[in-house]
Nanobody
């Protein structure tokens, strides 16, 4: 079992930045594929970004956040980050940290989830 806990959400204005953090416990963090997802009110949860453990820190992003968001990991702190720049009102959602130990970043393969943190971007 993996326990994931997000932090760093809040209310910001359009154009500002936020950094989300997610700390994991309960399993070998360095071998986890880590991801961020989000769910806006009335919409389905969607993939945001993922980072692979294979030593090259391979990253993947949704087209909607590419160039604005950056995912990174610090295995010494069992933490994954999502740096969000140039935020837009459309980025408003609950953001979830996720993990899998399958070695793939395919969104449907994530099977460990955090409780989520709210991000609200005002116009």
């Amino acid at each position: 079992q993996v326990d994931l806990r997000e932090s760093g959400g809040g209310l910001v204005q359009a154009g500002e930045s936020l950094r989300l953090s997610c700390t994991a416990s309960g399993h070998t963090f360095s071998r986890a594929v880590l991801g961020w997802f989000r769910q806006a009110t009335g919409k389905e949860r969607e993939f945001v970004a993922a980072i692979i453990w294979r030593g090259d820190s391979n990253t993947h992003y949704a087209d909607s956040v590419k160039g604005r968001f950056t995912i990174s990991r610090d295995d010494s702190k069992n933490t994954v980050y999502l740096q969000m720049n140039s935020l837009k009102p459309d980025d408003t959602a609950v953001y979830y940290c996720a993990a899998n130990y399958k070695g793939v970043w395919v969104p449907t393969e994530f099977n460990f989830w955090g409780q989520g943190t709210q991000v609200t971007v005002s116009s």
